[in-house]
């Protein structure tokens, strides 16, 4: 049905298949046949009057257009692809099916996926699309950011920021700072970026932050393995000599190319004959390569350590002193804004995927049991576009819905984690990013890891596709247990109880160390097999107890010592007691902010070119993170408008508006176009007008409409901090000082008495 369903709609708009459907493999064929759907549309006109009813949200937000009927019979059997294989999906771990099937299964629902999202990509207005090739010759030209080491030949993944760029970050943060520790009064934090091995083998990086590599083997130059079959088997089709069974075949292994495992890569890269890109070089087989940059700490090179992968284990590690400092009481926050580092096999894409960049996480700590926020209903009437699991796997375009809404259906777990989408949300689109180019999508079940309860990631539509900028998981207590079970350190907050509990006897028991026995056995070491006993849990107790009643001893193994403990050392005491807290090990709600993307999907949604100048482009910043707030512009390079540049530029620096004052002899036109090609949001101009009238005046410029008001001197810095802070919105200040249309003096006339 599907295939005849794809038929009619190709005959219909005469579209080569190649580019609609990929080619689905006979192993899902038969998965199909085993676990037949158990709902499917009765009819395709059914299914294509169904889905006519729903809109594309991306075509509804693009200029206000609705889905065009032809479009949406395109997608329609896209859609029902995903939709049956999502229901077959569902089957197979219902009834049981081996976990092989199932893993394929999934990867053949996330490639589907991925077909529908590109097709659906493909069929966005072209106007909507930024020109990357113009806006990165800006970026480059006005050095926003560069790649690091040029004048050495660069070194991809790194980048060096300038002072336009350096600036725009730093905004940026200020605004985080400012949105979420401040607003929401978040604990701070700054931990070292070097990490000893052991915190990153417990924390699963050092086991499992991996990716293929290929190798050259002459040179060593390394590719990243899914990256260079993907680009070679691209080559291949592009042959106009390419069969196009092959073609299809090729297209096939491109659509699953992140499920294939170590093996599987080896043997397409024989299959297909891969050789080096740059020299024609034989390669290795493909290697897992661990991301992370090694190192040792000190000069024996006795303690191995990383540059830290991520912010987020250094707040963990610190939660007992946090919560100290919070007076023991749940729920709290902590925060770390900071440089992480992953050794990408092949960076590419400018800022998205580098070698070293800044992050900024929140780690939400919360009692399981209460997982309520009580500022929740601040963002509960927000409208936001969330693409669920259960819209992925059927085959569904994202939809926007009410946030209180998402919370009380359950698409979203829980209101904390509803909070801080919503708190997301409102930072993202202060700092410049477009509402209607802004989704968050849930990870579907195979994309989660075992222990989170929901994860959503904010995702922004770009030249590049939509890329991941913020993650937002509730982590449950993963981090925090596998640490406590590491250290024997318990991560725990006391809560205190309503009415006591007495606990049986049964339930309390712990090992009795005799200190004296233990210490003339093990002398120095002691304290260790003792600090090991004293955070034992019941069930480990109870079977040494069996143990120690049977043989009369029992062996114990911590910090690489082995520890042989006999009926004379440890007892084992049970006892009723009565306790007034209750000890929580808490969950955790993690926000994780990739600065570097954020700052370039914001240069994407900002940048433009001006109506009838394809040569004059600007970004249109928001005020809050312009580079520079303002520019001051003397007409000409005459001395009578020197004092009035200096007394704006002190008042401003006074008001803590950062201003760049270009006194260059250009023209004012020229000017305005360089300032508004680095963002600057406001421009003041020093006129004749300003020198020979009183009160004294000048002229306010806005970067975005170009239009421009007149107002006292004095009073220009006051408005321009007010629009930079929000309190203040162009159209007010154009309400209460009049329109400026032209100076009326000019360099010879007199100044009135």
Not at 102 to 118: D, I
Not at 345 to 360: C, D, K, N, Q, Y
Not at 517 to 522: C, F, N, P, S
Request: some cysteine; hydrophobic content about 35%; aromatic content about 8%.
């Amino acid at each position: 049905m599907l295939l005849r369903s794809a038929a009619s709609v190709l005959l219909r708009t005469s579209t080569d298949i190649s580019t609609l459907f990929p080619v689905f493999t006979v192993r899902f064929v038969r998965q199909s046949l085993r676990y037949p759907p158990r709902h499917r549309p009765f009819s395709t006109s059914a299914c294509l009057c169904k889905r006519n009813k729903k809109k594309s949200l991306w075509l509804q937000l693009a200029e206000g257009q609705t889905m065009d009927g032809n479009i949406e019979q395109i997608l329609a059997p896209l859609r029902l692809a995903v939709k049956e294989q999502g229901e077959l999906v569902r089957q197979m771990k219902q009834e049981g099916a081996p976990d092989v099937d199932v893993t394929k299964a999934v990867a053949e629902l996330k490639a589907r996926k991925r077909t529908l999202e590109a097709k659906e990509m493909s069929l966005q207005p072209k106007d909507d699309i930024v020109d990357r090739t113009k806006m990165e010759d800006t970026l480059k030209r006005r050095f926003f950011y560069d790649q690091a080491f040029a004048i050495y030949g660069g070194v991809s993944g790194l980048y060096d920021f300038g002072p336009v760029g350096c600036a725009l970050k730093n905004n940026i943060l200020q605004a985080w700072r400012q949105h979420f520790i401040q607003e929401e009064q978040i604990l701070e934090i700054d931990c070292t970026m070097l990490t000893p091995e052991p915190v990153l083998k417990t924390s699963g990086h050092v086991d499992k932050f991996a990716d293929y590599m290929v190798k050259d083997v002459k040179n060593g130059e390394c590719f990243r393995a899914d990256h260079l079959l993907k680009a070679h088997l691209q080559k291949l089709m592009s042959d106009k000599k390419c069969a196009a069974e092959k073609k299809a075949e090729m297209e096939e292994v491109i659509t699953q190319m992140d499920n294939y495992t170590q093996q599987e890569l080896t043997d397409l890269f024989v299959k297909y004959n891969v050789k080096s890109p740059t020299t024609g070089n034989d390669l290795t087989p493909p290697i897992s390569f661990n991301l992370m940059f090694q190192t040792s700490i000190g000069p024996g090179g006795n303690m191995p350590g990383y540059l830290r992968p991520e912010t987020a284990q250094g707040i963990f590690l610190n939660f007992k002193r946090l919560l100290e400092f919070n007076q023991g009481k749940l729920p709290f926050a902590a925060a770390q804004i900071g440089n992480s580092f992953r050794n990408e096999i092949s960076p590419r894409s400018g800022l998205i995927r580098v070698r070293e960049f800044t992050m900024a996480e929140i780690e939400h700590f919360v009692d399981p049991t209460e997982k309520v926020h009580p500022k929740f209903s601040n963002v509960a009437d927000l409208d936001i576009i969330l693409y669920s699991s259960k819209a992925q796997t059927s085959g569904q375009s994202a939809q926007i819905m009410r946030l209180g809404d998402a919370v009380e259906q359950g698409v979203i777990n829980n209101s904390v984690l509803g909070y801080f989408i919503g708190r997301i949300y409102l930072y993202l689109t202060k700092v410049g990013i477009a509402k209607d180019k802004l989704r968050f999508r849930q990870h579907m079940d195979n994309e989660m890891a075992h222990y989170a309860c929901d994860c959503w990631d904010a995702e922004t539509k770009t030249s590049y596709g939509w890329i991941e900028i913020v993650g937002c998981a509730d982590r449950s207590c993963y981090d925090l247990k596998c640490h406590a079970r590491a250290t024997k350190v318990p991560l725990v907050a006391e809560k205190p109880l309503k009415e006591p509990i007495s606990l049986n006897f049964v339930n309390v028991v712990q090992f009795e160390p005799n200190k004296g026995a233990i210490g003339k056995a093990y002398k120095k070491d002691a304290k260790i097999a003792m600090e090991y006993l004293s955070v034992c849990d019941e069930c480990f107790i109870t079977e040494q107890e069996q143990l120690l009643n049977e043989t009369g001893e029992f062996t114990i193994e911590t910090e690489g010592k082995m520890f042989k403990l006999t009926k004379d050392m440890v007892s084992v005491k049970r006892f009723q007691k009565t306790l007034h807290v209750e000890e929580v090990v808490p969950n955790v709600i993690e926000p994780s902010f990739g600065i570097g993307r954020i700052m370039y999907t914001i240069f994407e949604h900002t940048f433009h070119v001006r109506e009838g100048d394809e040569q004059r482009t600007y970004f249109s910043f928001p005020a809050t993170v312009a580079p520079y707030k303002c520019s001051v512009l003397p007409l000409s390079q005459n001395q009578e408008f020197v004092p009035f540049v200096r007394e704006l530029s002190e008042a401003m620096t006074k008001n803590g508006v950062s201003h760049k004052v270009d006194d260059s002899s250009g023209s004012i036109g020229r000017r305005y176009a360089r300032t508004d090609e680095i963002g600057v949001a406001f421009g003041i101009t020093i006129d004749f007008d300003t020198v020979n009238k009183t009160p004294h005046t000048a002229t306010l410029r806005d970067r975005d409409s170009m239009r421009q008001i007149r107002a006292e001197v004095s009073e220009l810095p006051v408005i321009i901090r007010d629009l930079a802070n929000g309190t203040m919105t162009w159209a007010e200040v154009e309400s209460k000082y009049p329109i400026f249309e032209g100076q009326e003096t000019s360099k010879k006339d007199t100044v009135e008495e």
